[in-house]
């Protein structure tokens, strides 16, 4: 896991939970139920309900043993706020440099979304700490296996879209070179019970470490 490490020592399951659509309310109650099945990095996208209070509230509780942060960030006005709330991770669905830029100012993590080489050597010249492959399942296997070849070999890749917690869907992936996921639909959606979220995530934890 030595690309990883590079990103933060302590992911040794670099799986990134996107919790779209959870409410302030409930934020804690499922990020606390993903922590306790091994997941360490949590990503609020911002178009869920109240984003920011949410991604507040698990800075304010969980800083000490997850990676908080946003997705679905766009602009650098959204950046900004995101980083006033302490947040250390900011994942954006396209190459902004701007909002690159700031998150590096700030060392905050930051995974912009790409589809080409071009988008990807773009994000990765304004300092982008790896790349988002999104949406995965359009990009597929093959056209990450190209996108690979092209790429400095330490570049940190997460695919995001279609991935589910089986072994078919997981180690080609893994055996192509890929350095973790982000997970969405298929780990939580909003009107998931609390036990179905930790079955997904304890599903997903154990796939993976069976294949790292």
């Known amino acids: 896991m030595k690309k990883w490490t590079s990103f933060h020592k302590d992911h040794q399951v ?3 939970a ?3 659509g959870v409410e302030p309310r409930d934020v804690l109650e499922v990020a606390e139920a993903l922590v306790e099945q091994g ?9 869920s309900p109240n984003a920011l209070e949410s991604i507040q509230i ?8 997850a990676l908080v942060g946003a997705g679905t960030v766009t602009n650098v006005m959204e950046a ?3 980083l006033e709330t302490g947040a250390q991770l900011i994942v954006t669905p396209n190459v ?9 100012m700030h060392d905050c993590s ?3 979304g790409v589809i080409t080489p071009s988008e990807a050597f773009s994000a990765l010249n304004h300092g982008a ?3 988002k492959l999104f949406p995965a399942d359009v990009i597929g296997l093959d056209g990450y296996k190209a996108l690979k070849s092209v790429l400095p070999k330490e570049t940190i890749c997460l695919p995001v879209g279609g991935i589910n917690p089986s072994v078919d869907s997981m180690q080609p992936w893994l055996e192509a070179g890929v350095s973790g996921f982000g997970l969405g639909s298929a780990l939580y959606k909003p009107h998931m019970s609390l036990e179905q979220v930790k079955t997904n995530a304890k599903q997903f934890v154990e796939t993976y470490t069976s294949l790292a």
């Open 18 to 20: 996107i919790i779209r």
């Open 129 to 131: 700490t790896g790349i």
């Open 39 to 47: 997941f360490t990095i949590i990503e609020v996208p911002l178009n």
């Open 80 to 82: 900004q706020a995101v």
């Open 58 to 65: 698990l800075v304010d509780n969980m800083a000490d043993r």
């Open 96 to 104: 902004n440099p701007e909002v690159i830029e700031l998150a590096r």
């Open 110 to 112: 930051v995974f912009p």
């Open 14 to 16: 670099p799986l990134v």
